[in-house]
């Protein structure tokens, strides 16, 4: 029997032999098609390939991409286990040509492929293609189809349409015919509804590009969209027609069963097949970044999720389940999709407490759906307000409800929960009038309600694109549009910008047009409005004209995102380590993360001696060299407090908290493998502490009554300080040894001192190259170009997103000039260039990177005149690039 894992890597495989680059699924978060929820296809990922806004260096691919269709006008969700091929999430097997080839090979290979490599029986297959489309037709007859079996459709099942304006063409599928058993007619008869006759492939020919007019005119690169449905293929491949008969779903299923002790196929089989389904979902959304929440994404999550919890309370489940479940599908799919095994234990923890959470209220809910009922005479609707009040006090969202009566032949007031709706949303709005907020902040309620919440996306990614839900000029008034010149405030849908809140400052950055990369706004911040469910970005636009519905591109200023994370991350680790240092009596009393300095605020009564703060510098640099992970979960307050994770002054939680936790507590101090800084956080952090580099104390002073105030410095600012006091200790050597005899002890002292900083130093130094910092030796001298100093350096052991610290302590010690940095990061080269201020005008850091990017490999590259990056195959020609980089000075 072919496994839907065969299945997959033999698709895979083929098309690889057939020259096509292997792609690994996207996120289910569209990071490039802000009109979706979730991604529903296998061409999301490739759309601005196909309208030629992007380019990469293949123009074949394959993949096998996760989807989900759960909201929207995708939305699969109440069928799902009453049918045999409803999902809420599925895989779609795909192959694209980005202008290469065209029909006359993307039928060969479909037929190949499914005929051959799959060995499918010739005679149970038919085609359907656009009713013009004589092309096609007559490739499929060459291709060895009979004309009997090919079906000319004329409706729009056989025509695919980006949008109303965009790249259109005809489709050609696939489909399998299942037997007579089975009731149902081919494709175009009255019967085609049935479950005889199966699609199981669809090829899109994008050959038009149709415009606003309705005209249409035929693409210069014309291109191949193709999407099968593994789980159908694995139905006809296994001798079903049911997907969940099918091995990956079945295995599911039978975990569910067992952890249930139930029959898998008795009473209880559409139960299991609803938690099988469901499991997949909520699991990969979880591991894409999305948590539960009352708004947006999230809110579709909980659906999921507490619809497959009321079945697994059906079943008889008196403990939570679906936690219990996550071994069994990552023993399925963790191979094809590794991110599974990383969030495992994030994805059995969200599950447990979800579960557990809605466990307390299911019982009370259902009860009251039961009394109501009772009440209702024979075909009668649930009142929409009982309905409402289902969602209200017991957190049943309406499509939970429907679906509880639909098992009973009940149906839902839909009408009437809508009104109760609305009237619950004008009490809110009343009990905010009276809640003392700025008068401006009713235009952010008004879009909150309008709109929606923005979903953040900027814990695993600094670039998205989003759509302009609203603008807003500076003096508060909702606009169509903002034009260059103009201040304001965009909000989107959908953004990677982290929003100032708990000591963490906004992000900055840009937001362009997508029509138009050369209309773009410069975000100075980013902050919270509408009790924190909208984020928006306060701009400059800098040229042409941003307009509400425009899609845009979001990027997040990398360079300064990296060292707000690093200061926030130090934070953490400066807490815990006053706290072993002066008792567990210090609590946060304030902070700031920004990306120049760090501030705490700290509850203590006396200052801190030079011990202590030594003492302090010290374990977190040791915790820095450790390098250990940053870990991120999801919790309850109250169960985060009972792992002693310490919560930030002045912020406020809801049911759920993100937990933070870094350092391995094994310094000797008998706490050996004990996790050292747990604490509640919504911020941005690095990957591991190492990303830090290091840590230095500048000032210690009183804040207020009783509460003292530590700022500090990280990364390449840190090592600069660590530097100086090394020199100003030598100085002090320097005076004392020609004073008298009596300081002779003294001076022993000082230079028994001065060895050990010393040695502490050049220990940092050593580390912070290790992790990515300065720390190469001498930098080579710098070159005369053109009337500009230019350094050029090839280091090793340096990742790319440290080189623009490095940059800049380059420019620092030119004082003038240009600076070209190519790191060898694992057999591929990362490129950064940098010029100083003085120069910008004379010398483009872009410039220099495209060049040197070109004969290392790569392609593109970009930044700011002052900074630039870009990437290469490998470093192999880095005397090339630096030739090419020397050749753009001397221009």
């Known amino acids: 029997m072919r496994t839907l894992n065969d299945i997959r890597s033999t698709f895979l495989g083929y098309f690889a032999k057939n020259g096509h680059e292997v792609v690994d699924s996207s996120p289910l978060v569209p990071r ?26 293949y123009k074949r691919a394959t993949t096998a991409q996760k989807c989900v269709r759960a909201g929207g006008k995708h939305n699969d969700l109440d069928n799902v286990g009453y049918t045999a091929r409803h999902h809420t999430f599925f895989e779609m097997l795909g192959n694209f040509s980005f202008g290469d080839y065209f029909k006359s090979d993307a039928i060969p290979f479909a037929w190949e492929l499914v005929t051959k490599e799959f060995g499918i029986d010739k005679s149970r297959l038919y085609v359907t293609v656009y009713h013009t489309d004589d092309e ?5 007859k060459k291709t060895g189809v009979p004309e009997d079996r090919i079906i000319r459709i004329a409706t729009n099942d056989n025509f695919w349409m980006m949008g109303p304006t ?7 599928e696939i489909f399998y015919d299942h037997g007579d058993k089975y009731w149902g007619g081919p494709p175009g008869s009255p019967e085609e509804d ?15 590009e149709q415009f606003e007019d309705g005209t249409r005119r035929e693409l210069e690169a014309q291109s191949i969209d193709t999407g099968m449905g593994i789980e159908r293929v694995a139905a006809l491949l296994q001798g079903t027609n049911d997907n969940y008969a099918t091995d990956l779903i079945r295995s599911l299923i039978e975990a569910s069963a067992d952890a249930t ?54 079943l ?19 191979a094809a999709y590794p991110e599974l095994v990383r969030a495992q234990p994030l994805i059995e923890e969200t599950l447990k407490l979800e579960e557990t959470r809605f466990k307390q209220t299911l019982d009370r809910g259902l009860k009251l759906l039961d009394d109501e009922v009772l009440l209702l005479g024979q075909g009668k609707e649930l009142p929409g307000e009982a309905a409402f009040k289902l969602y209200d006090t017991y957190g049943f969202p309406l499509d939970l409800t429907q679906d509880a009566l639909r098992e009973k032949g009940l149906t839902v007031d839909t009408s009437g929960f809508d009104v109760a709706m609305a009237e619950q949303k004008a009490k809110a709005r009343a009990a905010w009038a009276g809640s003392g907020e700025a008068a401006d902040a009713t235009v952010w309620y008004d879009l909150y309600e309008a709109d929606g919440a923005t979903d953040f996306l900027g814990y695993d ?52 047009r997508l029509q138009d990369e050369d209309d773009y706004a410069e975000v100075t911040d980013t902050q919270k409005m509408a009790g924190g469910k909208l984020s928006i970005h306060k701009v400059n636009v800098v040229h042409g004209t941003i307009t509400a519905g425009d899609a845009v591109a979001l990027e997040v200023d990398h360079h300064r995102r990296s060292m707000i994370r690093a200061n926030h991350s130090a934070t953490h680790l400066l807490h815990e380590a006053l706290r072993e240092t002066l008792g567990d009596h210090v609590a946060q009393r304030g902070s700031l993360n920004a990306p120049d300095r760090l501030r705490f605020d700290f509850s203590h009564a006396k200052a801190m001696s030079k011990d202590e703060l030594r003492q302090v510098e010290r374990d977190v640099n040791a915790y820095i060299r450790q390098n250990s992970a940053v870990m991120t979960r999801i919790m309850t307050p109250d169960d985060a407090r009972a792992i002693g994770a310490q919560a930030l002054f002045g912020e406020k939680y809801g049911d759920e908290v993100r937990v933070v936790s870094m350092g391995r507590a094994d310094t000797g101090k008998g ?25 230095a104390l500048t000032s210690e002073s009183a804040s207020s009554a009783g509460v003292r105030r530590i700022e500090a410095l990280t990364g390449a600012a840190a090592m600069t300080e660590l530097r100086g006091r090394d020199e100003r200790l030598s100085e002090i050597e320097g005076l004392l040894k020609v004073g008298r005899d009596e300081v002779a002890e003294r001076v022993k002292a000082l230079m028994d001192e001065r060895k050990a900083l010393s040695n502490e130093v050049a220990q940092l130094r050593r580390e912070l190259a290790m992790f990515g910092g300065a720390g190469q030796g001498a930098p080579a001298e710098a070159r005369d170009v053109n009337g500009v100093k230019f350094h050029a350096q090839v280091l090793s052991g340096v990742s790319g997103k440290d080189l623009p610290a490095l940059i800049d302590e380059h420019k620092s010690r030119l004082g003038s000039g240009a600076v070209l940095l190519i790191a060898d990061t694992g057999g591929k080269a990362a490129v950064a260039a940098g010029v100083t201020a003085d120069l910008a005008d004379k010398v483009s850091a872009v410039d220099l990177v495209r060049a040197a990017v070109g004969e290392l490999g790569g392609k593109g590259g970009g930044g700011r005149p002052d900074m630039a990056q870009g990437g290469g195959a490998s470093t192999e020609n880095a005397d090339a690039a630096i030739k090419a980089a020397e050749t753009v000075i001397g221009g």
């Open 261 to 314: 002790s139930t029959d898998p196929d008795g009473p209880g089989k559409t139960h299991h097949r609803v938690i099988a389904d469901h499991l997949r979902s909520t699991s990969f959304l979880l591991a894409d970044g999305v948590m539960p929440s009352n708004d947006g994404r999230g809110y579709v999550l909980r659906r999921i999720m507490r619809r497959a919890m009321r079945h697994a309370h059906l």
């Open 32 to 57: 490039n098609d802000p009109t979706l929820m979730f991604a529903n296809s296998g061409m999301v990922q490739f759309k601005n390939l196909f309208t030629g806004v992007e380019t990469r260096d």
């Open 194 to 208: 049935g479950d005889r006759f199966v699609e199981i492939w669809n090829l899109v020919f994008m050959q038009y």
């Open 136 to 140: 096609a037709a007559e490739i499929w």
């Open 671 to 695: 706490t050996d493998g004990k996790t050292y800084s747990i604490e509640l956080c919504g911020g941005t952090h690095v990957e591991r502490t190492g990303d830090i580099g290091a840590f």
């Open 461 to 512: 990614t600094e670039t998205a694109e989003g759509q302009v839900v609203a603008l807003v000029d500076d003096k508060m008034n909702q606009v169509d549009a903002l034009t260059a010149g103009a201040t304001g405030y965009i909000v989107t849908n959908q953004t990677p910008f982290y929003a100032e809140s708990g000591g963490q400052v906004g992000d900055t950055g840009w937001i362009r």
């Open 316 to 334: 008889g489940a008196k403990d939570p389940l679906m936690h219990r479940l996550v071994p069994a599908l990552v023993r399925q799919m963790g």
């Open 166 to 172: 965009g790249p259109c063409g005809p489709c050609t």
